[in-house]
């Protein structure tokens, strides 16, 4: 099964799509770690999107389609979860055609359904440890220790620099713009689930488990 999770920043596309990953054994395919990690190694991906992403705008189409159709074999086996992408209407043409060459196809496009205002505290009050990458935030996971990873003892951790309130308003609008007008493509397809995203972790996770497990699933 390849599925989409669809929602703006914040919306928790990555926290739920490990999850599944965890569950399922199908593959998260982020095109936000990508390219994180195209720009941590300083590659020609990295060096045109760094600015972009800083900015709070979309990297290129081709780009990311081209990030998409290296890993796709990679999510044969179990299926994929497509956690940032497609977000323009090139990108779900592209997606179309790399699923198609592969004799696959989008299963599902689970939105998550969400307050914009709330995501920018979510999203602002968010770091990670720099070692593990286990996720923390500054009200709602706070470490236990102070200062101490729980999982593994690090004691530096990191935030993302388009995580400020200001680029995190421009991804809104970016989202807004772009990516909010490829659902009714999907809708017309008979595709979407949505899901409130602003119920908790658990309990957003369930709601998708439930459409995964559907006797239409
Ligand atoms: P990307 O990395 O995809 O970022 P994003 O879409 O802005 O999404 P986030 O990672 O911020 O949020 P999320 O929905 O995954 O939420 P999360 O689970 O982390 O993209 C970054 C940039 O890369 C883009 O701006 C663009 O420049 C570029 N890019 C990427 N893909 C691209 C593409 N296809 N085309 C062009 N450019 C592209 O959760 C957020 C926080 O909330 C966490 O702290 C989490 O713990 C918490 N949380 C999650 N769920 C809940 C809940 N139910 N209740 C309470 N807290 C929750």
């Known amino acids: 099964m390849d599925i989409i999770l669809l929602g703006p920043p914040g919306a928790g596309k990555g926290t739920q799509a490990q999850r599944l990953q965890a569950k399922r054994g199908m593959i998260q395919l982020s095109t936000g770690d990508m390219l994180r990690e195209a720009v941590a190694k300083g590659s020609p ?34 299926g994929a979860i497509f ?3 497609p977000r323009t209407g090139h990108q779900a043409e592209a997606l179309e ?19 914009e ?9 968010r770091f990670t440890c720099a070692n593990c990458g286990a996720p923390y935030h500054d009200t709602f996971h706070v ?7 729980d999982i593994c003892g690090e004691h530096e951790f990191k935030r993302r620099p388009d995580d400020n309130e200001a ?51």
């Open 45 to 78: 991906v990295g060096l045109k999107a760094k600015a972009v992403m800083e900015a709070g705008k979309l990297v290129n189409d081709a780009i990311v389609s081209a990030l998409i159709g290296e890993r796709l074999d990679s999510a044969a086996a179990h």
């Open 83 to 85: 956690d940032g992408f």
């Open 97 to 115: 055609i790399l699923l198609g060459e592969r004799g696959r196809k989008i299963d599902y496009v689970i939105e998550l359904a969400v307050d």
């Open 117 to 125: 205002e709330a995501l920018v505290d979510r999203i602002t009050g």
């Open 143 to 149: 470490p236990k220790a102070a200062g101490t990873c």
């Open 167 to 217: 680029t995190v308003r421009e991804r809104m609008a970016e989202y807004r713009a772009k990516t909010a007008p490829i659902l009714p493509i999907y809708e017309a397809k008979g595709l979407v689930r949505r899901v409130d995203g602003m119920a908790s972790v658990d309990a957003v996770a369930k709601a998708i488990d439930d459409i995964l497990d559907s006797p239409a699933a």
